[in-house]
């Protein structure tokens, strides 16, 4: 990856811009609507939202004004654990399609599984999920569908219906590659993305990775989103911060030594969001 607006294709033939900006945790308001505006004038053309962030008609406000041609943007969001199944996901989808002041989306996500742990049904759950988004797939209203910290194991009920998943977005970081899931998602032409790909913010003191990006005149971030896209993995840092945002964006001028690839992929588990789909 050369440049902010090269693109990995997903496995239904649609394009994503190889780089997305994060907003879990950016304040509804004027704090997300700020952030946005600074990512699109730095160059991103990828944002990732959620309908539990909060956070949508702040994004939709930033989004409305850009000279931007639509087309040319690639918004993300995803469908919250509280409307799981195929009428709550509907209703969900045109409240997302409201609030960001779109009439479709470029990519749709089930924001988390449901699991054996906590509902009974939860495979029919995410089938019954996954009809709904295949519909609106189908129809032209999502460009792209996909799930959001799936493992193989909630991936396989979705593998056997019409349309497989194109996108799992699941916490990657150095020390959190998730090797099962990403191998899997590899052997079915599912796109990874990572979510806090700094490890909300864990990574950035690392004395290990200040090492390695010092080598290069580059920041912790830098590196570890840099990481991402040399292991072809997406990442979505996030920032409210206008010097940081486009910093982060600042990575396509360098690259990391195999040698280096392989000390970060060895480094074992030093922290990070602490959530997972069967525990949380
Ligand atoms: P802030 O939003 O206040 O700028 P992740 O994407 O892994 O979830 O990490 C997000 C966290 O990392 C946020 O706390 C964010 O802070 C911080 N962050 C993002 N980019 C940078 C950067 N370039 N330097 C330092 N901290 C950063």
């Keep these: 990856m050369e440049r902010i607006t090269d693109t990995y294709i997903l496995n239904n033939g649609y394009h994503i811009p190889c780089l997305g900006f994060g907003t879990w945790q950016s304040p509804n308001g004027e704090t997300?609507?700020?952030?946005?505006?600074?990512?699109?004038?730095a160059g991103y053309r990828h944002i990732d939202t959620a309908a539990a962030y909060k956070?949508?008609?702040?994004?939709?406000?930033?989004l409305k004004p850009v000279d931007i041609p639509r087309a040319e943007l690639f918004i993300t969001s995803k469908v919250w654990d509280d409307s799981r199944g195929y009428e709550k996901t509907m209703k969900s989808f045109q409240k997302t399609l409201d609030d960001l002041q779109t009439d479709y989306l470029d990519l749709y996500l089930i924001h988390w599984p449901a699991t054996k742990y906590r509902c009974p049904d939860w495979e029919a759950v995410n089938v019954d999920t996954w009809r709904a988004m295949t519909e609106l797939y189908k129809k032209g209203y999502i460009k792209s569908i996909g799930v959001s910290n799936f493992l193989p194991e909630h991936l396989e009920a979705l593998m056997q219906t019409e349309i497989i998943p194109m996108v799992d977005q699941i916490e990657y970081h150095p020390g959190q590659m998730q090797e099962e899931t990403v191998d899997y998602c590899r052997k079915?032409?599912?796109?990874?993305?990572?979510?806090?790909?700094?490890g909300t913010g864990r990574m950035l003191t690392d004395r290990r990775l200040q090492d390695i990006a010092s080598k290069y005149g580059k920041s912790v971030a830098q590196l570890c989103i840099?990481?991402?896209?040399?292991n072809g993995v997406l990442p979505l840092p996030k920032s409210v911060t206008p010097s940081r945002i486009v910093e982060n964006a600042d990575i396509f001028d360098f690259h990391l030594s195999d040698e280096d690839m392989v000390t970060i992929n060895s480094m074992p588990y030093f922290g990070g969001s602490g959530l997972h789909p069967n525990t949380r």
């Design 32 to 41: 997300a609507t700020a952030a946005v505006r600074t990512a699109v004038r």
């Design 55 to 62: 956070n949508e008609s702040s994004i939709g406000e930033a």
């Design 188 to 198: 079915h032409d599912i796109l990874v993305e990572a979510w806090s790909p700094l």
């Design 226 to 230: 840099r990481w991402c896209l040399q």
